[in-house]
């Protein structure tokens, strides 16, 4: 019998800026949750109480921190008290701050599957941030029965919650995408990523309100892609103001230039990942 040449694919980088193809990531799919999988077992592989990380985690930051800023500082916080009010704000924020560290060393930490394998790359800090995602709903239990000791019921607002979740991991994958392409160029960028997510910390209103800030320079909160966002969180989940739309919606905004730019910057260094990681 005839036998027929084995067909070759060639894959080369393309010149200019390279095009999002969704139906190739759609393709690979299977590899994201496989990635995902991988990343959720080598977070707690060999450790002793497994998942309940996730949960002793934000309570023991929460009792520290009302410790030391609704006891000693007396830190306003808009008139709710100050665990449920913290805890509101470190919910997401600790799922943000791991995404972001997570998916921004997840390129170099994946180096010997990058340079023998063609996927998108993109996947890698995608499946880091997707990966988070089962810390945070875990997490989430502790709000609820905070709310629960201290009586305080969703509104309405509640429906607006996977959209902020959504938007959480948006702003996540994100940032995660240029720290990630940076971090490939310069290694520098793994030991500067705890330095910004610390400052990013206090420059967010995961600690104090958004209240504490003169309304004139509220608008500044919004910069920051986390300020309108964690602060929605609050009105979303505990129901005891309405939603600042348009600090929300500046947010927003913020979010997903911040994403579109970080995607631009990463397919424009996606060519040269494999020469260098």
């Given at each position: ?30 590899l994201l949750y496989f990635l995902t999988k991988r990343d959720i077992k080598v977070r707690y592989k060999q450790t002793v109480l497994g998942g309940l990380w996730a949960i002793i985690q ?220």
């Amino acid at each position: 019998m005839r036998q027929t040449a084995p067909s070759l694919t060639i894959i080369e980088p393309r010149k200019g800026w390279v095009p999002v193809d969704l139906k190739e990531i759609w393709n690979y799919r299977e590899l994201l949750y496989f990635l995902t999988k991988r990343d959720i077992k080598v977070r707690y592989k060999q450790t002793v109480l497994g998942g309940l990380w996730a949960i002793i985690q934000p309570a023991f930051t929460m009792i520290v921190f009302t410790f030391f800023f609704g006891r000693l500082a007396k830190v306003p916080s808009d008139g709710l008290p100050y665990p449920i009010f913290f805890y509101a704000g470190l919910l997401p924020w600790t799922y943000f701050a791991n995404a972001v560290s997570a998916s921004g060393n997840s390129l170099v930490g994946s180096a010997n599957l990058i340079t023998k394998v063609y996927f998108p790359r993109s996947i890698v800090p995608a499946s880091s941030a997707l990966a988070g995602l089962l810390d945070f709903f875990i997490a989430l239990f502790i709000l609820g029965g905070l709310m629960i000791y201290y009586g305080f019921t969703p509104g309405a607002g509640i429906v607006l919650f996977p959209f902020l979740v959504a938007l959480t991991f948006v702003c996540a994958v994100g940032v995660g995408l240029w720290l990630s392409a940076l971090n490939v160029q310069y290694r520098d960028i793994r030991y500067a990523i705890p330095f910004l997510i610390q400052i990013w910390m206090f420059l967010s209103p995961v600690i104090y309100p958004v209240s504490l800030v003169k309304g004139e320079y509220q608008w500044l909160l919004a910069l920051n892609p986390m300020g309108g966002v964690i602060h929605a969180y609050r009105a979303s989940l505990l129901g005891h103001q309405p939603v600042d739309w348009p600090l929300l919606g500046l947010s927003a905004v913020i979010v997903v230039a911040l994403f579109l730019g970080g995607l631009y910057y990463f397919r424009r260094m996606e060519k040269v990942f494999a020469d260098v990681v």
